[in-house]
Each structure stands twice: as structure tokens, then as C-alpha cells.
């Protein structure tokens, strides 16, 4: 009997930075189906849509005939056990820090058969990083900073936010909650909690909806922030900061780096 062991050749994506690391890896023909948040690259968005988040259309992703199907963490778990029901291979990744991020990149390298692509790929991300932790360290005044991920109720910012918000020379006003990796346990119960934290800066990245820094003004108590009295408020695409993987690492850096040397700049430190 012949044997012809081989490498996924169709493979579906649930979430973006799955699909963003294949095509940065020069996998991108590999791909089939993918989240209807993709945005990076552009080029992805043409292939059939198969999921939101939470959700996804299990006949579709059958009528792709996947080798495997990638997914993030537990809140992909039921539409996981679903499809390992239909016979299909699952890979469930859980990166939930930066570490963790570059961590997945190799994993992912290794199922298609890109290993050398991969670690080529990490490289480039690290070198970026050590020059966003090197601008980060020469800041002569390190900005407090409130990341908000959603607004009703508060959530405040997930392990690689705040690693990043570190990296870039800022300190996580929330930062012990940033360990824990479901989103119930990042609520901040009470928003005075906000206010006597005192931050300098505020970065808010709304998933699906248009940050409004009125709603920040409006809060009972919060003009006494600083951030909220000097100005300091901003808004990072949720789709370059809160994607664990490539995006994050650059131009979610890039972005955290730029707020801070403004702020830098309009406080004349």
C-alpha cells in the first residue's frame, strides 16, 4: 500500500492574524476561507467569508473541504467541537502575549511546511520590538495609561495590549488584570476606579464601533482625569491592536509609540 503523508493544502481561517501570518509567510494560496473581519492584507478579503467571532457557517466551511481549520482560544470553542464532530482537523491556538504571539507564528510555519519562513518572519517582528523597547526605555517620563477594549461595561486591556503599552515606555494603569485571558475578569466594576488611577493617556479601540471621547467626558467624575482634562485621548484600530498576532506587532506598536512621543511632545517633557 502506497503512503503519501502531506502538508495542509486547503486550510480555513476564524480568526485574521491566522490568515495575515500565512500570507506573510508566503502561504497565502493555502488559505480558502476566512473570518469576515479580515482586513489584512487586503488581497485575503476575496476569499469566501465562513465566520464572524462567536460564529460561523459550518456547511460552508464543510463545502471548502478543509485539511484543517484554524481558530483562537475558547471563545471558538463550540464552533471547534463542532466541526472535530463533521471529521474536520482542528488547530485551536491561544496566544495571549507577545512571547506567545511569536510563538504561534513558528507553530504555524511548522503545519504548512514553512519553518525557515518563519523564524526569517519572527526575526524581522523581534528586531522591530527591540527598537519600539529602545525608544520606549530613552522616555524621560513614562505616561500612565488606561487602554479601554470596550466601553459597557469597562474592559480594560488583554496581556499583549499591556506588554505592548510597557514595550512603548508607557505603565498599564490596569495592568494586573491584563493576566487574566477571558474578558469578564478585565471589567473594571466601578469607573471611579478609573478616576483615582489618575491616567495620563487614554487609548481606546472599540471592536465594531467608532470611538467617541464625549462618552469619556460625560462619565461622572472623569474630567478630573488627566487624560480626559489635557486631551489625551485616542483611538487605536481594534484591527492592528487587539488581533493576537503580526498586526499587533507592528503597526499596533507603531501606533502606541506615536501617541506617546505626542504626548511626550504636548507636555513638553
Given at each position: 500500500m502506497p503512503f503519501h503523508p502531506r502538508l495542509p493544502q486547503r486550510?480555513?481561517?476564524?480568526?485574521e492574524e491566522t490568515t495575515e501570518t500565512l500570507y506573510a509567510l508566503g502561504?497565502?494560496?493555502?488559505?480558502?476561507?476566512?473570518?469576515?473581519?479580515?482586513?489584512?492584507?487586503?488581497?485575503a478579503r476575496r476569499k469566501p467569508k465562513v465566520s464572524t467571532f462567536l460564529e460561523a457557517n459550518i456547511e460552508a466551511i464543510l463545502a471548502l473541504r478543509p485539511d484543517v481549520v484554524l481558530a483562537w482560544s475558547d471563545l471558538q470553542a463550540s464552533i471547534c467541537a463542532e466541526l472535530i464532530r463533521q471529521g474536520?482537523?482542528?488547530?485551536?491556538?491561544?496566544?495571549?502575549?507577545?512571547?506567545?504571539?511569536?510563538?504561534?507564528i513558528l507553530r504555524l510555519g511548522a503545519l504548512?511546511?514553512?519553518?525557515?519562513?518563519?523564524?526569517?518572519?519572527?526575526s524581522r517582528l523581534v528586531r522591530h520590538l527591540r527598537h519600539a523597547s529602545s525608544r520606549g526605555a530613552r522616555r524621560r517620563r513614562?505616561?500612565?495609561?488606561?487602554?479601554?477594549?470596550w466601553y459597557d461595561p469597562l474592559i480594560t486591556g488583554i496581556r499583549w495590549v499591556s506588554e505592548i503599552v510597557t514595550l512603548c515606555g508607557g505603565e498599564d494603569v490596569f495592568q494586573e488584570l491584563s493576566f487574566y485571558p477571558d474578558a469578564k475578569r478585565r471589567i473594571i466594576a466601578d469607573p471611579e476606579e478609573v478616576v483615582r488611577r489618575a491616567p495620563d493617556i487614554i487609548v481606546a479601540s472599540w471592536c465594531g464601533k467608532k470611538f467617541k471621547p464625549e462618552r469619556l467626558r460625560q462619565r461622572p467624575g472623569w474630567l478630573s482625569i488627566p487624560a480626559v482634562a489635557t486631551g489625551q485621548l485616542y483611538e487605536i484600530p481594534s484591527s492592528i491592536i487587539l488581533q493576537p498576532g503580526p498586526a499587533a506587532l507592528t503597526d499596533g506598536v507603531d501606533r502606541m509609540l506615536a501617541?506617546?512621543?505626542?504626548?511626550?511632545?504636548q507636555c513638553g517633557d
Amino acid at each position: 500500500m502506497p503512503f503519501h503523508p502531506r502538508l495542509p493544502q486547503r486550510i480555513v481561517c476564524l480568526t485574521e492574524e491566522t490568515t495575515e501570518t500565512l500570507y506573510a509567510l508566503g502561504a497565502g494560496e493555502l488559505v480558502v476561507g476566512v473570518s469576515g473581519f479580515t482586513v489584512r492584507p487586503p488581497e485575503a478579503r476575496r476569499k469566501p467569508k465562513v465566520s464572524t467571532f462567536l460564529e460561523a457557517n459550518i456547511e460552508a466551511i464543510l463545502a471548502l473541504r478543509p485539511d484543517v481549520v484554524l481558530a483562537w482560544s475558547d471563545l471558538q470553542a463550540s464552533i471547534c467541537a463542532e466541526l472535530i464532530r463533521q471529521g474536520i482537523e482542528v488547530v485551536c491556538f491561544n496566544q495571549r502575549s507577545v512571547e506567545e504571539i511569536l510563538s504561534m507564528i513558528l507553530r504555524l510555519g511548522a503545519l504548512v511546511g514553512k519553518v525557515g519562513e518563519a523564524r526569517r518572519y519572527v526575526s524581522r517582528l523581534v528586531r522591530h520590538l527591540r527598537h519600539a523597547s529602545s525608544r520606549g526605555a530613552r522616555r524621560r517620563r513614562r505616561p500612565r495609561v488606561y487602554f479601554e477594549e470596550w466601553y459597557d461595561p469597562l474592559i480594560t486591556g488583554i496581556r499583549w495590549v499591556s506588554e505592548i503599552v510597557t514595550l512603548c515606555g508607557g505603565e498599564d494603569v490596569f495592568q494586573e488584570l491584563s493576566f487574566y485571558p477571558d474578558a469578564k475578569r478585565r471589567i473594571i466594576a466601578d469607573p471611579e476606579e478609573v478616576v483615582r488611577r489618575a491616567p495620563d493617556i487614554i487609548v481606546a479601540s472599540w471592536c465594531g464601533k467608532k470611538f467617541k471621547p464625549e462618552r469619556l467626558r460625560q462619565r461622572p467624575g472623569w474630567l478630573s482625569i488627566p487624560a480626559v482634562a489635557t486631551g489625551q485621548l485616542y483611538e487605536i484600530p481594534s484591527s492592528i491592536i487587539l488581533q493576537p498576532g503580526p498586526a499587533a506587532l507592528t503597526d499596533g506598536v507603531d501606533r502606541m509609540l506615536a501617541i506617546f512621543d505626542q504626548w511626550e511632545q504636548q507636555c513638553g517633557d
